[in-house]
């Protein structure tokens, strides 16, 4: 009898502590719970679409326009929840965050390949996931297109080309055309689509002209430091150099600070000639002020190109494989005060 009682005691005791602590955590705990519920359902958004975003790095002024111009786009007001990640120049780095943006269960995964090379096993786990995959900028270089939906950049090898066709018509304008031409080319980072385009699409034009010289080709890492240290190895071993094609403004701001220490002289009245690609803001002045006398324009604002594509998937609608953004030329010509004016980057 006197057991029982105590058993009633314990049992009351027990509840009571359970109604309390109820009362004080319950809310807490079922909004644990909901939160779980809604990772389960997409990291937690409740209604906004879950982009993944792999980065190369911020190895450049263009890169941080392209980087800004995904931030300006993927914002909750606009409907997305944006998990962002900087891979540092690193592909594995670019595997990692792709497989943690898959775990995480992220409605798109977008990512701009640091190498055109190696990326079949880790877009067969996102295809297997279901996970649709929007290349940006850069491309793959994978024989099964199935593996990713669609990419929107800019067409490289044609860039290459666009250089190669200024720098006919500048000899030309010139008188040029039967004259020896001494050419370097600063090439971007090894292995990327960007540099392999570019590089190509050069070749193509250079290489219908017998007068055109290839002295020699260095990978610059589309850096300012990297850009200088090649341009002084190149000066150091040619003293005829008559035209530079740097694949990017930071390599070109790089290459004509060290021209300038050599105490050569660049752009339109120079000795040498200085063909860039990108057209970032800073590169653009030294266009107008004839520094820099051409530049092959890059578009690094694809963010909202890819989120119309978004909004296409989202309409269940299909896509194309390939979407190149607006590109131009800027020289002296055209770089006008609201060129200047507009270029935010
Ligand atoms: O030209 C360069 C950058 O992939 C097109 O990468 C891009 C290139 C761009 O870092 O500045």
Redesign the pocket.
């Known amino acids: 009898m006197f057991r029982r009682r105590s058993y009633f005691v314990t049992l009351i005791g027990i509840l009571l502590a359970m109604t309390l602590l109820f009362m004080m955590f319950g809310s807490r705990l079922f909004a644990d719970i909901e939160e779980e519920a809604n990772v389960d359902e997409g990291v937690g958004v409740g209604n906004l679409i879950v982009v993944g975003v792999s980065q ?1 790095g911020s ?5 941080s326009a392209n980087t800004e111009s995904l931030q300006k786009t993927f914002t909750k007001e606009n409907g997305y929840f944006m998990i962002f990640n900087n891979a540092r120049q690193k592909q594995e780095n670019q595997i990692k965050a792709i497989r943690s943006f898959i775990s995480q269960r992220v409605d798109y995964i977008i990512f ?1 390949p640091v190498v055109e090379s190696g990326w079949e096993t880790v877009l067969q786990e996102a295809k297997e996931a279901g996970i649709p995959v929007i290349i940006m ?2 491309s793959v270089n994978v024989a099964d297109q199935s593996l990713y939906t669609t990419h929107v950049g ?1 067409d ?1 090898v044609e860039e290459g080309r666009k250089a190669g066709r200024w720098l006919e018509k500048d000899l030309a304008k010139q008188r040029k055309y039967n004259e020896d031409i001494n050419i370097v080319v600063l090439k ?1 980072t090894e292995g ?1 689509s ?1 540099q392999i385009g570019r590089t190509m699409g050069f070749a193509s034009v250079a290489g219908e002209h017998e007068n055109w010289h290839i002295l020699e080709q260095q990978y610059g890492d ?1 850096t300012i430091y990297k850009g200088k240290e090649v341009m002084e190895e190149l000066l150091k071993r040619y003293d005829d150099i008559d035209v530079v094609i740097s ?4 390599m070109t701001i790089g290459a004509i600070e060290a021209i300038k220490e050599d105490g050569r002289t660049v752009g339109i009245n120079g000795e040498i000639t200085i063909i860039s ?2 057209a970032v803001h800073d590169a653009l002045e030294m266009v107008a002020e004839g520094t820099i006398n051409v530049d092959i324009e ?1 578009n690094p604002n694809q963010g909202e190109y890819i989120s119309d594509v978004i909004s296409l998937l989202e309409a269940g609608q299909e896509v194309e494989k390939r979407y190149y953004v607006e590109e131009d030329v800027f020289t002296i010509e055209n770089v006008t005060k609201e060129v200047l004016d507009e270029r935010s980057y």
């Not at 694949?247 to 930071?250: L, T």
Request: hydrophobic share 25%; aromatic share 14%; net charge negative.
């Open positions: 190369i190895e450049s002024g263009w890169r701009s900028d850069r800019s490289s971007g990327a960007a589309f694949q990017n403004d930071d690609f990108d890059c």
